[in-house]
Nanobody
Framework: QVQLVESGGGLVQAGGSLRLSCAASRSIFSIYTMGWYRQAPGKQRELVAAITSGGRTVYRDSMKGRFTISRDMAKNTLYLQMNSLKPEDTAVYYC???????????WGQGTQVTVSS
């Protein structure tokens, strides 16, 4: 099993920055695709960014150029650097680990990000 714990959320003014962290309970990044998702009240959970086991990254268009996903293999920690934050970025951000449709995925508990105007 895998446990994921997010941290780093909080309140920030528009235009500000935050760095989210996701600590994994064991070394999984070499075989799992890791992703950051977010969900606002009344909306579907959506992918923000992902990084494959091979290190390839993908971003939703609205985040590209502002957000950066990265990982520290030695620390078993996934990061999301968020710059130029906008009020519409306000949501609960979740860390996710996946290794294909034949396997269960793992979710963190989420961390709240609130961007004020």
């Amino acid at each position: 099993q895998v446990q994921l714990v997010e941290s780093g959320g909080g309140l920030v003014q528009a235009g500000g920055s935050l760095r989210l962290s996701c600590a994994a309970s064991r070394s999984i990044f070499s075989i799992y695709t890791m992703g950051w998702y977010r969900q606002a009240p009344g909306k579907q959970r959506e992918l923000v960014a992902a990084i494959t086991s091979g290190g390839r990254t993908v971003y939703r268009d609205s985040m590209k150029g502002r957000f950066t996903i990265s990982r520290d293999m030695a620390k078993n920690t996934l990061y999301l650097q968020m710059n130029s934050l906008k009020p519409e970025d306000t949501a609960v951000y979740y860390c996710h680990a996946d290794r294909g449709t034949l396997y269960r995925g793992y979710w963190g508990q989420g961390t709240q990000v609130t961007v004020s105007s």
